[in-house]
């Protein structure tokens, strides 16, 4: 078989807008970075499965990014973790819901491809930890943890948790969103990875999206990431009904045109990031940004100051 030239695109989260230009650079940076060193993995004949575990690992370790290391904390002051992998050559989708004390998430969902039982929730997820005896890892930032005193001050008034800086003095220290990853690798096979502290202030045993294939999917088609509302995401079923409409014949920049078309009439709040089995790299927000990058084989991009005038975008 022909090699194929790789393609990668990861993004840490969609939102509100995002203020101070420290954090603009800040967030490029790190996004660039993990890019780089990803992108070349690939390019030393990675998978595209192996590819998308080390990027959200990077992600997952940065601070500045919801989830792993930087987690919002929910409702009752605890970090619960979701993570999704999905490999589009076999098809096969495995996650963790809920799992706390453990510092990859998406290290549990690479563990669980290859099992009989491929998703796990809270209680299935601590076992799991505990018969693969990964050590036991503390997500919490001081920063986070501020942030949740702060709004136990204010009773609890806001919904959720920002979901990228936009605070002045924390703007070199964006931080806020989910993680993802979609692949291409020179093999032509697809992976999608995504994985989430969830939005923050949540009640006790809510489900997000992103160990959904809402909120992650692929198949030897296309392979997609999601961030933003989960709720939204659920309700749209964006991820699955974006792949799906390639497989039925949409090209990508069509099957992601139209179903942010219909997220945006909907009112959702979030964003999509995506490839395919042809090399395009496309993406789509409702939200006013999305922090995301790629490597199109020529050179790292990104959205960050992509307009607000378009629904999507490729390259
Ligand atoms: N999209 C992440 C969440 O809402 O949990």
């Known amino acids: ?16 807008s995002l203020k101070g230009k420290g954090g603009l650079v800040a967030v490029r940076q790190s996004l660039h970075g993990i890019v780089e060193e990803v992108y070349q993995m690939l390019l030393n004949g990675a998978s595209a499965t192996e590819a998308v575990i080390k990027g959200c ?12 290391t930087g987690s ?9 973790m979701s993570a999704s992998l999905m490999d589009g050559t076999s098809q096969r989708f495995s996650g963790v819901i809920n799992v706390s004390r453990v510092q990859n998430p998406i290290n549990l969902a690479e563990y669980l491809q290859q099992q009989e039982d491929r998703v796990l929730s809270d209680y299935g997820s601590a076992e799991l930890l505990r018969e693969l005896k990964l050590p036991i890892y503390d997500p919490l930032t001081d920063l986070r943890l501020h942030e949740w005193i702060d709004e136990r001050k204010d009773n609890f008034s806001r919904k959720m948790a920002g979901v990228v800086s936009e605070d002045e003095m924390l703007s070199s220290e964006a931080r806020r969103g989910t993680i993802g990853v979609v692949a291409l690798d020179n093999q032509g096979c697809i992976a999608a990875g995504t994985s989430t502290g969830g939005k923050g202030l949540e009640k006790i045993g809510r489900v997000s999206d992103s160990a959904m294939p809402a909120g992650n999917y692929a198949t030897k088609n296309a392979g997609v990431s999601c961030t933003g ?5 659920i309700d749209e079923c964006l991820a699955a009904k974006i792949v799906i409409r390639v497989g039925d014949g949409f090209s990508l920049r069509e099957a992601i045109a139209k179903s942010m078309q219909e997220a945006y009439d909907n009112k ?11 090399g395009t790299i496309a993406w789509g927000k409702t939200s006013e940004i999305l922090l995301a990058a790629y490597h199109n084989g020529r050179e790292i991009g990104d959205t960050l100051e992509w307009s607000n005038e378009e629904l999507s975008g490729s390259c």
């Open 1 to 16: 078989m022909s090699q194929i030239q790789p393609k990668l695109i990861i993004h840490g989260g969609a939102g509100s």
């Open 57 to 68: 690992q990077l992600l997952e370790n940065e601070p500045r990014f919801n989830a792993g």
């Open 72 to 80: 919002v904390l929910q409702s009752d002051g605890q970090i619960r």
């Open 229 to 233: 509302i989960g709720e939204d995401i």
């Open 268 to 278: 959702r709040d979030l964003g999509a990031i995506s490839l395919d089995a042809n």
